[in-house]
């Protein structure tokens, strides 16, 4: 029974490089949803997905930050140009996007450091 | 703007004694609530949840509380034990159509004492 998968699950990154984060969702899942946590504080949301669809992007920064949810494969974040600011944990969660009680299940996430 | 605050970053309580973990919300739009654990470096493992159509749901030694009116929700853990050390989460969902991304509590440090 996998549960979510995220790749990698450490990522150093030097300034102005690309930073692309990999989430596979649970078996029957098709919602996709990535969240940023910063030190010492709570999960942001970032933007929500279906299969080859945005739905809600309204918590992804609007430069330099795309998510895609390809028809075959994972979810992928992209950050592009990356800063300091970047270095956080990267979760992504899934769920089956029911009506009322849908419960998103959470990766081990993917640690972000930018040097 | 912290629409679900944690106002307790941390609590210590005595193995086998009752945990009570404390939650506020300041939008009347939520519909949905859920706790989640968190270990260092892993993801947030859910616990358990509550529509806003009830006002208790148990499971185990874990039980949720929503109070619309107050705009508060608690996780009492009884009893609790030294694996339940963690950091716990509060989470929320809107009400909108499509909306279905979950808005977070700062957490709270849970230790329990041997």
């Known amino acids: 029974n996998a549960g979510v998968m995220q790749n990698p699950r450490h990522l150093v990154r030097r300034r102005g490089q690309e930073a692309r984060l990999r989430c596979s969702p649970m078996?029957?899942?098709?919602?996709v949803y990535w969240y940023r946590q910063l030190p010492e504080e709570g999960l942001k949301f970032m933007v929500y997905l279906q299969k080859e669809n945005i739905i809600d992007e309204s918590g992804m920064p609007k430069e330099r930050f795309s998510a895609e949810f390809p028809k075959e494969g994972p979810s992928i974040l992209r950050i592009q140009q990356v800063v300091r600011g970047d270095s956080a944990a990267y979760f992504c969660a899934s769920s089956q996007g029911l009506a009322g009680t849908d419960t998103q299940y959470f990766g081990p996430g993917t640690r972000l450091t930018v040097l | 703007d912290q629409q679900v605050k944690q106002n307790s970053p941390s609590l210590s309580v005595q193995e086998g004694r009752i945990s009570i973990l404390n939650c506020d919300y300041t939008n009347s739009m939520f519909d949905y609530f859920l706790w989640y654990k968190k270990y260092p470096a892993e993801g947030p493992t859910f616990l358990i949840s509550i529509s806003s159509i009830k006002d208790k749901n148990e499971d185990g030694r874990f039980t949720v509380f929503l109070n619309k009116s107050a705009k508060h929700l608690s996780l009492h853990i009884v009893p609790s034990q030294p694996g339940d050390s963690a950091v716990y989460f509060c989470?929320?969902?809107?009400?909108?159509?499509?909306?279905?991304?979950?808005?977070f509590g700062t957490g709270t440090r849970l230790t329990v004492i041997p």
């Open positions: 078996k029957g899942h098709s919602h």
């Open positions: 989470a929320a969902r809107g009400a909108q159509t499509g909306a279905n991304n979950l808005f």
